[in-house]
């Protein structure tokens, strides 16, 4: 038998990897429009996203408490099935990071925590409530970030179609920069919380914090802050070339619209009080793309990349629920 106190230490170590991973994970959601044009070189790209991620994950944590209560109930939630959920959201991570693949962080560990707590439980664990919530949001944030990426893209295109492309493009490289660390700083904000809420679960679960209290401890703010910002400085260069290239060649102004479009949709999900919602920032950033290159003309966008991440979208949450049942499993034989 592993004591409680080295099972909730493992907790935290792979919540951290997680988080970690999913820093170079979704790096290029932050910065590959940036990189794409050339507004910034990849080191910049990368330090710019790490310090801004830093901040942003520091920044708020209702998302960490729809985390730890909208999936499944704190009260059934063992050191077991948290470590179950993060194995299988950290495996699905790097599979689909080897492949350069921009899969969703969000629905793996969704999935993960899901699979693992029927394993353990049966479907009645589940918050459907909550996890009703948080599907419709991880479903409509990508089609908002769509349909208003094409809105800021005809309009950013009909006041100021009349400037010449050099002009343009001069101007609006400066102006990703700024719009690279808007995104970087809502990524750190949206998806960061995502290790504070599993970790604050383990804590419940081992009784060394109130289920009463959802908020995570100073301590853990830090840690998965820091974890992130060490991530995304990694860098995460195959899924950087497939969201800045693959999907629709951009032009500064094409990236800012972008990046803008992203910010104003995960903000929204974060920040607002009847949401703090976790969504895909890979989803909503290729969404926000999509509807970029269609205000252009629909044929420029590579719809065939796009349907290769829906693919990956739909298949995401069942393998990984499937994953995280069978890593509860060996746990449970094993522990």
């Given at each position: 038998?592993?004591?409680?106190?080295?099972m909730?230490?493992?907790?935290?170590?792979?919540?951290?990897?997680?988080?970690?991973?999913?820093?170079?994970?979704?790096?290029?959601?932050a910065?590959?429009?940036?990189?794409?044009?050339?507004?910034?070189?990849?080191?910049?790209?990368?330090?710019?996203?790490?310090?801004?991620?830093?901040?942003?994950?520091?920044?708020?944590?209702?998302?960490?408490?729809?985390?730890?209560?909208?999936?499944?109930?704190?009260?059934?939630?063992?050191?077991?099935?948290?470590?179950?959920?993060?194995?299988?959201?950290?495996?699905?991570?790097?599979?689909?990071?080897?492949?350069?693949?921009?899969?969703?962080?969000?629905?793996?560990?969704?999935?993960?925590?899901?699979?693992?707590?029927?394993?353990?439980?049966?479907?009645?664990?589940?918050q459907?409530?909550g996890?009703?919530?948080?599907?419709?949001?991880?479903?409509?944030?990508?089609?908002?970030?769509?349909?208003?990426?094409?809105?800021?893209?005809?309009?950013?295109?009909?006041?100021f179609?009349?400037?010449?492309?050099s002009?343009?493009?001069?101007?609006?490289?400066?102006?990703?920069?700024?719009?690279?660390?808007?995104?970087?700083?809502?990524?750190?904000?949206?998806?960061?919380?995502?290790?504070?809420?599993?970790?604050?679960?383990?804590?419940?679960?081992?009784?060394?914090?109130?289920?009463?209290?959802?908020?995570?401890?100073?301590?853990?703010?830090?840690?998965?802050?820091?974890?992130?910002?060490?991530?995304?400085?990694?860098?995460?260069?195959?899924?950087?070339?497939t969201?800045?290239?693959?999907?629709?060649?951009?032009?500064?102004?094409?990236?800012?619209?972008?990046?803008?479009?992203?910010?104003?949709?995960?903000?929204?999900?974060?920040?607002?009080?009847?949401?703090?919602?976790?969504?895909?920032?890979?989803?909503v950033?290729?969404?926000?793309?999509?509807?970029?290159?269609?205000?252009?003309?629909?044929?420029?966008?590579?719809?065939?990349?796009?349907?290769?991440?829906?693919?990956?979208?739909?298949?995401?949450?069942?393998?990984?629920?499937?994953?995280?049942?069978?890593?509860?499993?060996?746990?449970?034989?094993?522990?």
């Amino acid at each position: 038998m592993t004591s409680l106190g080295m099972m909730v230490v493992l907790v935290v170590f792979l919540a951290l990897a997680f988080d970690y991973i999913n820093g170079f994970h979704d790096t290029a959601n932050a910065i590959a429009t940036s990189v794409s044009t050339r507004a910034l070189t990849p080191k910049q790209a990368v330090m710019l996203a790490a310090s801004f991620n830093l901040f942003g994950a520091l920044y708020s944590t209702g998302v960490a408490q729809t985390i730890a209560k909208d999936i499944v109930s704190p009260v059934y939630v063992t050191q077991e099935v948290v470590i179950a959920a993060l194995l299988s959201a950290i495996a699905w991570n790097l599979i689909t990071w080897y492949f350069g693949i921009p899969s969703s962080s969000s629905h793996a560990i969704i999935g993960g925590m899901a699979g693992a707590a029927v394993a353990k439980v049966g479907f009645s664990v589940l918050q459907w409530h909550g996890i009703g919530k948080i599907l419709a949001a991880l479903i409509v944030s990508p089609i908002v970030g769509i349909i208003l990426g094409f809105i800021i893209m005809k309009t950013l295109a009909f006041c100021f179609g009349g400037f010449s492309p050099s002009k343009l493009n001069h101007g609006f490289k400066k102006m990703q920069v700024l719009s690279a660390g808007l995104l970087a700083f809502n990524h750190g904000s949206n998806d960061a919380q995502k290790s504070m809420g599993i970790i604050t679960m383990a804590l419940i679960a081992a009784g060394l914090q109130s289920q009463t209290v959802l908020d995570p401890p100073l301590w853990v703010k830090f840690a998965c802050a820091l974890a992130m910002a060490s991530g995304t400085a990694a860098g995460g260069w195959k899924i950087i070339r497939t969201m800045g290239g693959k999907i629709f060649k951009l032009e500064p102004i094409n990236g800012f619209a972008a990046d803008l479009t992203s910010s104003i949709v995960i903000w929204t999900a974060t920040v607002f009080p009847s949401l703090h919602l976790p969504v895909s920032t890979t989803h909503v950033v290729s969404g926000s793309i999509m509807g970029v290159g269609s205000a252009k003309r629909v044929s420029a966008v590579r719809w065939g990349v796009a349907q290769q991440m829906l693919v990956a979208w739909v298949v995401t949450i069942p393998t990984t629920s499937l994953m995280a049942a069978l890593f509860y499993f060996l746990l449970s034989k094993v522990i």
